[in-house]
């Protein structure tokens, strides 16, 4: 066996809570194909509708498999190469253009037809993976650049040529419900299926760059698979009135509400998800070094290494159970809302970083770098529903590029002492959380009856079908939160 898989004695305990974990993550899959199975048989579709689902899934679930194989052994390849100043400079150039590309997309994405945008996502998925090959520190900066660019454009781009597609076609509304929960499914069978696969190419295929190298195949199989895509039609570019009327509109709901909650709440939201999603961001990077450190090692040289392939997967896993424990809370208790559910979430996560920061042992990081997986997947679903309810939908993607800049700021700043002190770091990651529970409770205390989320989905479904359908595009959003949650774990 490789040097890789060797593991300490003294760390057996926490990898039996690991296999747990990645144990509890196939239960979950078991109890959610058997839901699957029962809504199917609901819902009856055509052969030519399931060609459709397949053709889509079949390019997306690879796309995302492409994702997850690159950032498995990101920061272990990185830390190999250069030190700890240089990865946290190529992570933040990666970082700022995935979010750059997030912004511009919101506001302007519409010209530029779908299948396009996935045809360059998977260009520069391959662009990336070829870069990193090389170990020359402005070629890894540029894969880190080109893998940001592609990792915007497949968390936007793919299931808007479905939703598209879907309705151009003619297919009934309610079927969306079919295509999501067959995703969710096939999205947790990836997730755990990914620690082994992506070990076995690190062992098989040249150790860390491996993935990389296997990357490229998926690739090259996924461009095949979409030339079968239909060409989708482009929208013009909007003019500089179009987006000072869009901004006006914005200002005006943010002083003025929308029924829902008002100015306040629209800031209360936004706030919440840019503390949350720059502290996840940071995460990305700390959970590498956290483990190394945490088993008596450093980071040049950390002596017997993890199966960081299986940590990977079982941080997955945690983001799906995440997801399911919100679904079923939801559920269970009438009197559960998301803005209390994204409250529980944010503290959950505030406490995990403030005890990361605390230097435990590998046993503690494990569980706490678990416990914050879960909390992810607690607060996409939270996150997505509070997002319908306060945010009107004419004004929604300019809302949302303005949290995305605030989420880089707070990201530039958190890797700036991250490169100093990775224990301050992790404090300031807590904090930041803490704010998001803070905005996420002042907005429970305020709109916490839960009597908005149908009205908002209602709204989100006349958007898309012309006044049909609210009650399908509910399930259709709940499914957008789990593919949410690939753009934040995917950067791992």
């Keep these: 066996m490789s040097e890789f898989l060797e593991v300490e004695p003294s760390t057996s305990t926490g990898y039996a809570l690991s296999l747990l974990m990645l144990g509890l993550g196939l239960g979950v899959l078991t109890v959610r194909m058997e839901h699957q199975q029962r809504m199917e048989q609901l819902v009856e579709v055509t052969k030519d509708f399931k060609t459709f689902q397949a053709s889509f899934m079949g390019v997306y679930l690879t796309a995302l498999l492409t994702e997850w194989f690159q950032s498995a052994f990101l920061f272990v390849y990185l830390r190999e190469m250069h030190p700890e100043q240089f990865v946290v400079r190529m992570y933040l150039a990666g970082a700022a253009s995935q979010l750059s590309l997030s912004v511009l997309l919101e506001v302007m994405g519409g010209f530029v037809p779908h299948k396009l945008r996935c045809a360059a996502c998977l260009a520069l998925q391959a662009g990336s993976a070829v870069l990193m090959l090389h170990p020359a520190f402005g070629g890894l900066v540029t894969s880190r650049v080109l893998g940001g660019f592609a990792a915007a454009l497949l968390h936007s781009s793919f299931e808007a040529w479905m939703v598209e597609q879907h309705v151009g076609q003619g297919f009934p509304l309610d079927w969306f ?95 919440a998800q840019a503390c949350f999603e720059a502290a996840t961001f940071a995460f990305a990077l700390l959970w590498t070094p956290l483990l190394r450190t945490a088993g008596g090692g450093d980071d040049g040289y950390p002596g017997p290494e993890l199966p960081w392939g299986m940590v990977f997967s079982q941080q997955l896993a945690c983001v799906m159970i995440g997801s399911v424990v919100f679904k079923l809370a939801m559920s269970l208790s009438p009197g559960t809302t998301a803005e209390k559910m994204c409250f529980w979430a944010s503290a959950g996560g505030a406490l995990c970083f403030f005890a990361l920061s605390l230097g435990l042992p590998r046993r503690g990081v494990q569980t706490a770098l678990l416990g914050y997986e879960l909390c992810v997947g607690l607060y996409l679903n939270a996150m997505g529903m509070m997002r319908s309810k306060h945010i009107p939908q004419e004004v929604r993607g300019l809302v949302l590029a303005g949290s995305k800049l605030v989420t880089t700021t707070a990201l530039f700043v958190l890797l700036v002492f991250l490169s100093e002190n990775r224990s301050i770091a992790t404090g300031m ?64």
Excluded at 208 to 223: E, I, Q
């Design 429 to 492: 990651c807590g904090a930041l959380l803490t704010a998001a529970a803070v905005c996420s409770a002042r907005s429970a205390r305020e709109h916490g009856d839960g009597g908005g989320d149908d009205g908002a989905f209602a709204d989100d479904g006349q958007a898309l079908s012309g006044g049909k359908g609210g009650g399908q595009k509910r399930k259709q959003q709940q499914g957008d939160h789990e593919e949410e949650g690939a753009e934040l774990i995917g950067r791992r």
């Design 177 to 271: 419900t079919h295509t999501f929960n067959k995703l969710s499914v096939a999205m947790s069978v990836l997730a755990v299926a990914t620690g082994p696969a992506v070990t076995a190419a690190h062992d098989l295929a040249g150790g860390s760059v491996g993935p990389f190298k296997l990357s490229l195949v998926l690739t090259a199989v996924n461009g095949c698979l979409l030339l079968s895509w239909r060409r989708d039609s482009n929208k013009p570019p909007p003019a500089c009135g179009d987006i000072v009327r869009l901004v006006s509109r914005a200002w005006a709901a943010m002083a003025g509400g929308n029924g829902g909650g008002g100015g306040r709440n629209i800031a209360l939201v936004t706030a």
